[in-house]
């Protein structure tokens, strides 16, 4: 039986040992677990640009973009009453200094308006040396976590060196990294000596066996006696007059402190972005082929504009489908989102001012299935949604509308 | 089989008994103290949670509502055993010591190492204060009422000044972003949470309201009257969970 045992061990150590030689470091955040129509109709993102991507410890960092509100929300997803945009880091590896919604700085959860265009900027400060994988994202009240496009981070330099200060109302100036630490081990410490004697009061007694014995035996008054009476009495009047009297203390020394402040702010979306009715979209049909990785959406457009436009790009959940026939710039570092030749269309001649055309595009790509998106052919709200770019013929002039349909699948 | 012992007839161990029954002692304050950092510290995680972890939840309503509420279940549950079975004033303490030991530990090595939060973020509230007199007064009573009605409001009414002390400071003002924020908002702004975002916070929701601006006594109140009925729950579970089986075949 022993040598069982033994080789059991022995086999489940071999299995493990196997299993050490191929740690992989944890390269997402389950960006994709979310339901596809969840991040494809929530927030879409566009236009996210980090200033830089490889700084030293304190140095800041911003990143910056635009997000559509979709119109089309699902009817799954509770309103986005309650939004806070954050970052995806492994811990604080670094921290958020500054946060802005339409060039206003806010500090809580805000309200979003579905169909609402917003700009965004995190300014950020490197904290911990290290190579992070660091998202933009939206968590959502009683949705989840929506996220933007994301990007390697490199932070140089000792964490040793990293400060933080910040100046009160009063004008003092506190260290975030220690602020309070020195007083609160202290407090601690404190009650907890007092606790340890009360307990080593009895631990030195003979406990459980004896004190059992004696209480069967009727000798209670000897397991409890005067000086422990006594003691219980001064515990009784001292420790509330100690509390009282730290906390009065506390009081005289911090006489002008805040609750903890639990607002919503409320920021207004900027004029349209999105559907600014210069060109109208209607999408009458989006049809995804699964052999062929394919989605093809059937589009009624009204060029409203006094130029000649072309599509440029499909973009949902993060991936961008380009027309490589228009040389567009692609929108994130990130090239693994983005299918360069992704974007076809039935029709590739500009679309003429006060035209209105009924044309059909297909994005196509491996990243519907490797992003988990084409997942949404078998959810039970299997509407899909996305942002289309147009371009002038210059590439100079933008407009971009927001389509959004049910989506019939085709197996073979 | 147990042993019946008539009044008065125990004399006190001596010798090769005494040092038996002392290690026994031993053996069983260290296992009761690795039960109680694990369970109530697990308990308390699970019940009490994001209030206890950071130092932007700890608002002046839920917090001492529901810290005191869920803290004071593990130390009634054990009260009732040492006290009933071995006339033991010290379970609360015991208890409230070793959940601190755990939360210690947790908020050094998983919070601060692990997940680089700085400790003074994190720093866990004490219920220590009301921990002893909870003891003393049931030592003092000997009464599962007097302790559930006075001990239990004194172990709510204490909490919220016995650690105003530690987190007072993080209430102090800073002017940030065109706003107003203490200084324990700043910490949930700008150390990142993915999973936390703000609006997860229960920071005075719901239909529990201030009182002319005084939140706290009224959630203290509160959780007072509620103590009671929590503690008298919680030492009945005690006492039915315990059992001095074999130490009757001792």
Redesign the interface.
Known sequence: MKTLIIKCLMALGLVLSVYSFNVQPVMAHGEKALEPFIRMRTIQFYDVEWDKQKFNVNEQVSVSGKFHVAEDWPVSVPKPEASFLNISTPGPVLIRTERYLNGKPFMNSVALQPGGDYTFKIVLKGRLPGRYHIHPFFNLKDAGQVMGPGVWLEIAGASANFTNSVKTINGELVDMETYGLSNGILWHIFWGVLATAWLLWWVRRPLFIARYRMLQAGMEDELVTLNDRLIGKSILIGVPVLVLAANMMTVNQYPNTIPLQASLDQILPLSAQVNAGVVDVETLKAEYRIPNRAMMFTLKINNRSDKQIQIGEFSTANVHFLNKELHVPSQVGSESMTAPEGLSMDNTAPIQPGEQRTMTITATDALWESEKLDGLVRDADSRIGGLLFFYDEHLGERFISSITAAVIPKFN | MSVN??????R??TGEK?RI??A??YL??VLALFLFIGAFHLHFALTVGDWDFWV?????QWWPLVTPLMGITFPAAVQAVMWE??????GA??C??AL?IGT?IARIFAYHY???????MV??A?M??G???L???L??SNSLTITAIFGGA?FAL?FY??N????????????????????????G???????M???L?I???GTLRTYGQY?TPLSAFCSALLCTLMYTLWWHIGKWFAT?RY?NK?
């Open positions: 012992i008539s009044n008065r007839s125990f006190p161990y005494a029954t002392r026994y002692d069983i304050l932007d939840w700890k608002d002046r079975k071995f006339r033991l004033p010290m303490t015991l409230v010591t601190l210690w692990w997940n680089y939060f700085p400790i003074n720093l866990p004490t220590l204060p921990a002893l007199v003891d003393a007064i030592m003092l004194a204490l000044p016995s105003w002390p530690i987190i007072g400071m993080f209430h102090v003002p800073v002017e940030y972003g065109n706003a107003q924020l203490s200084i324990a908002d700043l910490f702004f700008e150390y990142i949470r993915t999973g975002p703000e609006y916070r920071i005075e929701r939140a001095v130490l001792i």
